[in-house]
């Protein structure tokens, strides 16, 4: 049976740099790219503005595909397939003397025998799983400030979620939208004091507690303008434009008033105290507003907006490594300090999968490079 150098589990902006580095020390990398998302995340993507390299931008697929192409020139090898488990393989079976393996089992049954192993899986954001969402993601619904805020500039901007991540988003976001509003589903945040007290005092944002997004509506200019709008009066429904951002208001049959009145717990604005609204049609083109629910009273409102970013946590593409590598309580691969070492010799890891913070196409690819240079490290030493 063959026995690889190296094989990278992964094809995101971490695999294929981490093949580029490896392919051209001459140690013929295999990429496992994943069956369902070869390329990675980027490839879900229309515009990436922010990779070095591209003063007009580039459309995330090219980007992929253009790193897929490098690697591929230095002689790395693809399998589009996802690695289901990963394990030692046993002494006996290596041959006295011979360096220690790692045995991948794929989706289709196949194995790979290989000395080094970089794990390169990366991340998936958590989603709302609200009707609209698919629909206009890359259009308006986003789960990254850094790489989609710009787009927003004197736009009204919503996110959704209630950690420290959610705040560092919304506070960041204020520098684009005319108005940011965050959205948590209960009336006390995960995020600290801190980062709270400091969404507090900025001016633009609005905190919007024990709410949810129940859908997110989009159109065209167009259909913009004939899209139902709830007007009136307070007896039938209101329509609110709060500095660019408009709240439209129904009455709930049977209730007698309309009330927006301060959060208990938090002193947030819960602009859906007693309040319901009709459902907007969806259409094609950019996200123009959603639908929220009060998660404590029951009722409904809309509320305009261009951009809905969502901040509620990543899941790392971990759980086929099992036990072979130590993660944390969150599943994020564990690496000795500023390395890509894991816990388990000959085993690297890369990219999104290891980093809860950063999470940049540029970041994990600098990890794969750091991988590579450490596979490569390791291997000369088993010589
Ligand atoms: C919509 C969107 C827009 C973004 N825009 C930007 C931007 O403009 N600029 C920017 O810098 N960043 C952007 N990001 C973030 C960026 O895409 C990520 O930080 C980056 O892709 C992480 O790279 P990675 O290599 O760690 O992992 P990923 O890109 O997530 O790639 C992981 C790879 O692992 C594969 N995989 C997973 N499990 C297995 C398995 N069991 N076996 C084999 N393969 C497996 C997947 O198929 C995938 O190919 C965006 C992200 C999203 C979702």
Redesign the pocket.
Known sequence: MTVHNVCI???????YTAAIYLGRAGLHPVV???A???????V??TE????PGFPEGIL?PDLMDAMRAQAERFGAEFIPE??TSVESVPSGETGEGSSPLTRLTLDSGDVLDTRAVIV????S?RKLDVPGEEEY??HGV???AT??GFFFKDKPIVVVGGGDSAFEEALYLTRFGSSVTLIHRRDEFRASAIMVERARANDKLTLLTNTVVTAIHGGTADTETSAPTATGSAASGLKLDLGGRTISLNKPQGQQSLSLGPTPNTGANNLLGGISLPAAAPAAGNVMSIDIRNTATGTTGTLDTSAVFVAIGHSP?TA?LGDIVEKDADGYVIVDGASTRTSRPGIFA????VDRVY????S?AGM?CRAALDAQEYLSTLA
Do not use: K, M, W
């Open positions: 589990i992964g094809s995101g902006p971490a695999g496992v790219t994943g369902l998302a070869p390329g990675g995340q980027l879900n993507t990436v503005e922010n990779y995330g996802d690695v390169a899986t990366g991340s954001y993601s890359g986003s789960y990254c790489c989609d593409a086929f890369a990219g999104d999968c999470r940049q196409a540029i994990a794969g």
